[in-house]
């Protein structure tokens, strides 16, 4: 590397690290400078492609991607086989069967609508979308302590925030890890910010989700990961499961309220963004139980969108790893399982 390359990185590693928000500007040549020009025109190209698609031919594009994948990757589908008969140990084999094909098409549609998404104005954004329980979310908004949403990977989740910061006027800021590849880490950031929504890297977070808050903002949290480290028992689905206690946190220290998004696909191709009625949030004095229980609130509200619609979930992480870790052939835990 040149020595104008060496300063030039310099520079822009100390302006990242001088702001405690990772921000990324729209889609432009310089985020994307290193990429050959082929690749630009051929994204470009792809996503006009897309965007011009009808909402039968965008689902029936989705649905092909999906089978593809459901026929192609063997490792997923029978983590999403194993985590559906787990949760559902009464649903026969056929209805696993058809709910992981189900499953894998959520996921080929919402790759594809996301693509579209890039195309899409704001307007059209609010003419996909219907909001349901929009005043618990408005009050939340003028009580002004600034709002700790919690969602799941449901349905497709990545719209839901876009059309949230365009309907409410008010950046949303979304707590994340990086993609793999590089390249796809990029683009869905593109989509993900185009609005004015801001990223926060989930590495070393809370400290940026703190100061988001008190600023009256509004922080976004995916309550239904995994997570052995720096977690709280829960119970998922009736049986035990990690969850990361943030939000419970944030609540305990900001006193700000916790509101639950869950957007979700209608049969004509719109979606359906449902905001229920704030988290009960216990403020006992005894830290560690308020974390615990809220924690399993949150996990209680994120299960009953899950069970209403659980052929829309992504049920391809190892959910119950930290207790069942036998639930997921091949799978080598790092330290000694825990005791359920």
């Given at each position: 590397?040149?020595?104008?390359?060496?300063?030039?990185?310099?520079?822009?590693?100390?302006?990242?690290?001088?702001?405690?928000i990772m921000t990324v500007e729209p889609w432009t040549d310089s985020i994307r400078s290193d990429e050959?020009?082929?690749?630009?025109?051929?994204?470009?190209?792809?996503?006009?492609?897309?965007?011009?698609?009808?909402?039968?031919?965008?689902?029936?594009?989705?649905?092909?991607?999906?089978?593809?994948?459901?026929?192609?990757?063997?490792?997923?589908?029978?983590?999403?086989?194993?985590?559906?008969?787990?949760?559902?140990?009464?649903?026969?084999?056929?209805?696993?069967?058809?709910?992981?094909?189900?499953?894998?098409?959520?996921?080929?549609?919402?790759?594809?609508?996301?693509?579209?998404?890039?195309?899409?104005?704001?307007?059209?954004?609010?003419?996909?979308?219907?909001?349901?329980?929009?005043?618990?979310?408005?009050?939340?908004?003028?009580?002004?302590?600034?709002?700790?949403?919690?969602?799941?990977?449901?349905?497709?989740?990545?719209?839901?925030?876009?059309?949230?910061?365009?309907?409410?006027?008010?950046?949303?800021?979304?707590?994340?890890?990086?993609?793999?590849?590089?390249?796809?880490?990029?683009?869905?950031?593109?989509?993900?910010?185009?609005?004015?929504?801001?990223?926060?890297?989930?590495?070393?977070?809370?400290?940026?989700?703190?100061?988001?808050?008190?600023?009256?903002?509004?922080?976004?949290?995916?309550?239904?990961?995994?997570?052995?480290?720096?977690?709280?028992?829960?119970?998922?689905?009736?049986?035990?499961?990690?969850?990361?206690?943030?939000?419970?946190?944030?609540?305990?220290?900001?006193?700000?309220?916790?509101?639950?998004?869950?957007?979700?696909?209608?049969?004509?191709?719109?979606?359906?963004?449902?905001?229920?009625?704030?988290?009960?949030?216990?403020?006992?004095?005894?830290?560690?139980?308020?974390?615990?229980?809220?924690?399993?609130?949150?996990?209680?509200?994120?299960?009953?969108?899950?069970?209403?619609?659980?052929?829309?979930?992504?049920?391809?992480?190892?959910?119950?790893?930290?207790?069942?870790?036998?639930?997921?052939?091949?799978?080598?835990?790092?330290?000694?399982?825990?005791?359920?």
């Amino acid at each position: 590397m040149r020595r104008g390359g060496i300063a030039l990185y310099r520079l822009r590693m100390k302006e990242r690290s001088a702001d405690p928000i990772m921000t990324v500007e729209p889609w432009t040549d310089s985020i994307r400078s290193d990429e050959p020009e082929q690749d630009r025109r051929t994204h470009g190209l792809l996503s006009r492609f897309v965007g011009s698609l009808s909402a039968t031919g965008l689902a029936r594009c989705g649905n092909l991607l999906g089978e593809l994948a459901y026929r192609s990757d063997r490792r997923h589908r029978i983590i999403v086989q194993h985590n559906l008969k787990f949760a559902f140990p009464a649903w026969e084999e056929h209805r696993i069967a058809e709910v992981s094909r189900r499953v894998f098409h959520n996921i080929g549609r919402t790759l594809t609508e996301m693509v579209q998404c890039t195309q899409m104005s704001r307007s059209a954004i609010y003419a996909r979308c219907q909001l349901k329980g929009e005043e618990h979310f408005q009050r939340a908004l003028e009580a002004g302590r600034g709002i700790i949403l919690v969602s799941a990977h449901l349905g497709n989740w990545e719209i839901g925030l876009q059309y949230l910061a365009c309907h409410f006027g008010k950046r949303v800021h979304l707590v994340v890890r990086p993609l793999v590849p590089r390249r796809l880490d990029r683009w869905v950031n593109h989509a993900r910010t185009r609005f004015g929504n801001h990223l926060i890297s989930k590495k070393q977070a809370f400290p940026k989700m703190l100061k988001a808050i008190r600023g009256n903002g509004i922080v976004a949290l995916m309550a239904d990961l995994s997570s052995r480290k720096q977690s709280v028992p829960v119970d998922y689905f009736g049986r035990r499961a990690r969850t990361s206690p943030a939000a419970a946190m944030l609540a305990a220290r900001c006193r700000a309220p916790i509101i639950a998004a869950f957007t979700t696909r209608n049969p004509d191709g719109s979606f359906s963004i449902n905001i229920p009625p704030p988290v009960a949030v216990q403020r006992s004095g005894n830290l560690k139980d308020d974390l615990k229980r809220n924690t399993q609130r949150i996990t209680d509200i994120v299960e009953k969108a899950v069970r209403e619609y659980p052929e829309q979930y992504l049920w391809m992480q190892k959910r119950w790893k930290e207790y069942y870790p036998h639930l997921y052939p091949g799978y080598r835990p790092r330290f000694t399982p825990l005791e359920d």
